[in-house]
């Protein structure tokens, strides 16, 4: 009798801790869904030695992306929500790392693909991540927007959480900005993988490097 009370009694202590290792690791996957990437400083001027052409007339959208982070699939679809609500307005580019040692179809993949299946899109390939290094972009789905005449107007992410859909305070952001040219604030938070470890990112210059803007589908 006594063998069978310390049985069960091992056997409650065991189901006790193993209901606490699940909780913790779901506390820590939420910690880790809500925790926002690095916010990165882009410029408040366009910059003069980037490789992207910025069209006159109309406002610029860019998202920088990690072709390999599944968080930025969620960004990507926000991004469509956002362009359907102003056809037209704004001039989309959406800039996928590539690093220099990567092969040939490194960045071919499901966010590739979901992008340039967009209307209106336009795909840069961010040769060892120079663009991103230029526009001050650290985090995939850090997404800038600058006015026609290249003055910044809005800086970070455009869901919640990471890989989370829905509207987010980024997005009514930049609706409210494009509407009324004003918003409560002019950033929010980024929710996406790091776009490259900060030891590696090239240097800067002031002589754009090649990068790769494709229209293709």
């Not at 998202?63 to 960004?75: D, E, I, K, N, Y």
């Not at 499901?110 to 001050?136: C, H, I, Q, S, Y």
């Not at 930049?174 to 776009?195: E, M, Y």
Request: charged share 25%; glycine share 12%; hydrophobic share 40%.
């Amino acid at each position: 009798m006594r063998r069978r009370v310390a049985q069960l009694a091992l056997g409650g202590w065991a189901i006790a801790f193993w209901v606490a290792g699940v909780g913790a690791g779901f506390a820590a996957l939420l910690r880790y869904e809500i925790t926002p990437g690095v916010a990165g400083g882009p410029p408040v001027r366009w910059p003069a030695s980037t490789a992207i052409e910025r069209p006159d007339g109309r406002a610029v959208l860019l998202m920088f992306a990690h072709p390999q982070c599944v968080c930025t699939r969620a960004s990507l679809t926000e991004l469509e929500r956002l362009q359907g609500r102003f056809p037209g307005r704004l001039a989309v580019y959406v800039v996928l790392l590539r690093p220099a040692d990567a092969g040939e179809d490194w960045d071919r993949g499901d966010l590739w693909n979901k992008a340039a299946g967009m209307p209106g899109v336009t795909m840069v390939r961010d040769l060892d991540g120079r663009e991103a290094l230029r526009f001050g972009a650290v985090t995939s789905g850090q997404t800038l927007v600058y006015d026609a005449r290249g003055h910044l107007l809005f800086s970070g992410g455009l869901t919640a959480a990471r890989g989370r859909e829905g509207e987010a305070q980024g997005a009514r952001r930049i609706a409210s900005l494009l509407t009324t040219g004003q918003a409560d604030r002019d950033v929010s938070p980024v929710f996406g993988c790091a776009l490259r470890h900060e030891e590696t990112v090239a240097e800067p210059d002031s002589t754009p490097k090649p990068t790769e803007v494709s229209n293709d589908r």
